[in-house]
């Protein structure tokens, strides 16, 4: 079965450093992973996805994820926080059953940018 | 393209009453999802629909109906309101096929049962 465990619930960087949000995963065979970003009061944004290519994933907004099977993580990273930044984040595994490829959420973790 | 709607955007309801929520996407996807979100556990799927004229349970079905209406439109129906039931409702749709999994999701409904 595919789980998926998000390390931190809140993490709180400053404007200007590096963002590192922890993701972890379970799967029974190769995955597809995704990280999601959710604004206050806003729906989910993709961010970016693994789907067994690259294993270094570029995203939207200066975002990156590396896909590491030896450590079954996918952290999401970013050089340099902006205040624009603060959401949510949802880590996503994604698993085919029943005609169709369902998502399992971790828990999220919400980032906090201090000026 | 709209992408996924949908309508209401909030809704306040009294303990016992019914409303249907509605979902619609215009990018000719095969399989339509929704989710609740409640703080501090994710998205948890209710119910989907893998292709037109087919619906399952997901993880959490209880209290809840849905209806694959076409290949657009997929409503959550709460016949019984019950408190329990206040959340966050996103509908979400996607490609069945290997690779075009990204599942798209709507603006949400807020929903307040008292």
């Known amino acids: 079965a595919q789980s998926v465990t998000q390390l931190d619930s809140h993490v709180s960087v400053s404007e200007g450093t590096p963002v590192l949000l922890r993701c972890n995963y379970s799967?029974?065979?190769?995955?597809?992973l995704f990280w999601y970003v959710q604004h206050p009061n806003k729906g989910l944004q993709l961010l970016l996805k693994?789907?067994?290519?690259?294993?270094l994933v570029k995203g939207i907004n200066g975002f990156e994820a590396e896909f590491k099977k030896s450590e079954t993580s996918f952290h999401l990273t970013k050089p340099s926080a902006h205040m624009s930044d603060a959401a949510e984040y949802f880590c996503v595994v994604s698993a085919f059953t029943s005609g169709t490829y369902k998502y399992i959420f971790g828990t999220g973790t919400r980032l906090k940018v201090l000026a | 393209n709209a992408g996924v709607t949908q309508t209401p955007k909030f809704q306040v309801l009294k303990t016992g009453q019914s409303m249907t929520l509605q979902c619609a996407q215009d990018m000719n996807h095969n399989s339509m999802y929704w989710y609740r979100q409640d703080p501090g556990m994710g998205l948890r799927l209710i119910y989907y629909s893998a292709s037109e004229g087919t619906t399952d349970k997901g993880e959490v079905p209880n209290g809840y109906n849905v209806s694959r209406l076409n290949k657009r439109e997929f409503s959550l129906r709460l016949e019984s309101a019950a408190p329990s039931q206040t959340s966050v409702y996103f509908c979400a749709s996607s490609e069945i096929r290997t690779g075009q999994e990204t599942q798209y999701f709507g603006p949400g409904t807020r929903l307040l049962v008292l």
């Open positions: 693994y789907t067994s290519a690259a294993t």
């Open positions: 799967s029974s065979y190769s995955p597809s």
